[in-house]
T-cell receptor, first 117, second 111 residues
Framework: GAVVSQHPSWVICKSGTSVKIECRSLDFQATTMFWYRQFPKQSLMLMAT?????????EQGVEKDKFLINHASLTLSTLTVTSAHPEDSSFYIC?????????????FGPGTRLTVL | QKEVEQNSGPLSVPEGAIASLNCTYSDRGSQSFFWYRQYSGKSPELIMS????GDKEDGRFTAQLNKASQYVSLLIRDSQPSDSATYLCAVNPPGNEKLTFGTGTRLTIIP
């Protein structure tokens, strides 16, 4: 299989603090990972594409200085929500594409539920 | 026109019947097509991928692709209450690793 984990699974923080979310591919290498956000009863919204060893590519309307992405290894990407506010409360989900063998299938992590008080 | 369109539902199907989920896409050059299942409060889970015209079967699930009509569907045979979820159709536009998702169809299997 292709297993993707996320940590933490849920987090509650105070407004103004920063929160880091980790996304790991457990049994495969992933050159490319994606970060999504999903509000209740809404569709997945792609935030950014994370590429190992290079800068992330952000979707239009997503603030790169607020949502910091680091993809330092072939199995780990991190998303840091800086100076979080209540409107950032959401379900954050990552996905990863297997590098070897090459495939275009995205495997999703279990998600991280962020609540900002 | 949306790039990937699905009927949002809800679609209600009696237990044991066949559930049919449909999806159309606008980019004729798309090559890769996926169905994901998402339970409430959970992340999407891959059910099927399909790349060639025709049918692809995996257990109770059958994906159907018709590139000429730009149409992909998912059939669920012998529907079970545990199949109740939102089903997301996703398409890879050509030359793009990103997925374009439909808004999802909410399926309810009635015992």
């Amino acid at each position: 299989g292709a297993v993707v984990s996320q940590h933490p699974s849920w987090v509650i923080c105070k407004s103004g603090t920063s929160v880091k979310i980790e996304c790991r591919s457990l049994d495969f290498q992933a050159t490319t990972m994606f970060w999504y956000r999903q509000f209740p009863k809404q569709s997945l919204m792609l935030m950014a594409t994370s590429n190992e060893g290079s800068k992330a590519t952000y979707e239009q309307g997503v603030e790169k200085d607020k949502f910091l992405i680091n993809h330092a290894s072939l199995t780990l990407s991190t998303l840091t929500v800086t100076s979080a506010h209540p409107e950032d409360s959401s379900f954050y989900i990552c996905s990863a594409i297997r590098t070897i063998p090459s495939t275009d299938t995205q495997y999703f992590g279990p998600g991280t539920r962020l609540t900002v008080l | 026109q949306k790039e990937v369109e699905q009927n949002s539902g809800p679609l209600s199907v009696p237990e044991g019947a066949i559930a049919s989920l449909n999806c159309t896409y606008s980019d004729r050059g798309s090559q890769s097509f996926f169905w994901y299942r998402q339970y409430s409060g959970k992340s999407p889970e891959l059910i099927m991928s399909i790349y060639s015209n025709g049918d692809k079967e995996d257990g109770r699930f059958t994906a159907q692709l018709n590139k000429a009509s730009q149409y992909v569907s998912l059939l669920i045979r012998d529907s079970q209450p545990s199949d109740s979820a939102t089903y997301l159709c996703a398409v890879n536009p050509p030359g793009n690793e990103k997925l374009t998702f439909g808004t999802g169809t909410r399926l309810t299997i009635i015992p």
